[in-house]
């Protein structure tokens, strides 16, 4: 019967922690190999925008700053430079999707699961950002509500509140840097797009055909469980002493 390849997604709301995680040695055991096709500041410049984003347009729920893939690989690919391998998973992520990506190729501890944890952005950074300028002086509270006039955010002494920030006319009060989010990454069949595509790329390096993978399709036919017979234990018994006309005698009884 044909094996089924493993491909999840999850959505991040820390992805620099979750970058931390996969990439270091004193968080993974088995660490074999990492690749990025962009430098660090990039994820953190994401975060913030996303945070910023989410604030500002008051979405319940969590922010997601980034999305992963877990890629599971036969453990015949530990045959291959793993440097190597890493990167040809990546790079075809990111030409194919044509957004940034930071990957780590791991063990689990028991070296029984060979797979690729894959991070990908779902904006790319604009080639020139877009700056907006105040044409008047704006005003904003504590909350970093946007308030009508300057009064709004004066104490009794007729300072300012700390905390409150004002912007004056000709400043930059917003900057781009990024683009909108990819609405074809939480498309409905993006993930299963994503699942014959890695299937793909995966069987392109499995020598042995009997061992190529499939996809599982939804509404498929799982394997039958494997069917365990259970012995029941039979009752524990103890024995008790009783007085009788003819004498003592021994009583079994069950728990």
């Not at 020139?128 to 509270?141: L, S």
Request: with cysteine; proline share 4%; charged share 30%.
């Amino acid at each position: 019967m044909p094996r089924n390849s493993f491909i999840q997604m999850t959505k991040l709301h820390n992805v620099r922690g979750r970058i931390y995680y996969i990439s270091s040695p004193k968080k993974q055991e088995n660490l074999y190999a990492v690749y990025e096709t962009t430098d660090r500041n990039f994820w953190t410049d994401l975060a913030k925008y996303n945070q910023a984003e989410f604030k500002k347009n008051g979405t319940e729920g969590k922010c997601i700053e980034a999305r992963e893939l877990i890629i599971a690989l036969p453990e015949s690919f530990t045959e291959y430079p793993p440097d190597r391998l890493l990167q040809i998973f990546t790079d075809h992520f990111r030409q194919t999707y044509g957004t940034d990506c930071i990957a780590a190729l791991h063990h689990n501890k028991r070296k029984t699961n060979y797979h690729i944890h894959l991070i990908f952005s779902e904006r790319t950074l604009l080639e020139q950002p877009i700056e907006k300028v105040a044409t008047r002086n704006m005003f904003y509270d504590e909350k970093g509500n946007h308030v009508r006039t300057k009064k709004e955010i004066l104490d009794e002494e007729g300072n300012i509140r700390k905390r409150c920030k004002v912007i004056h006319k000709g400043e930059v009060y917003e900057r781009q840097i990024f683009s909108i989010k990819d609405k074809h990454f939480k498309a409905e069949n993006f993930l299963d797009t994503v699942k014959q595509d890695y299937t793909n790329l995966i069987n392109q390096y499995v020598w042995d055909k009997s061992q190529r993978l499939e996809v599982f399709e939804r509404g498929g036919i799982l394997p039958p469980k494997r069917l365990v017979r259970t012995i029941r234990k039979p009752p524990r018994l103890r024995q008790t002493t009783v007085n009788a006309p003819c004498g003592i005698r021994l009583l079994t009884e069950r728990l």
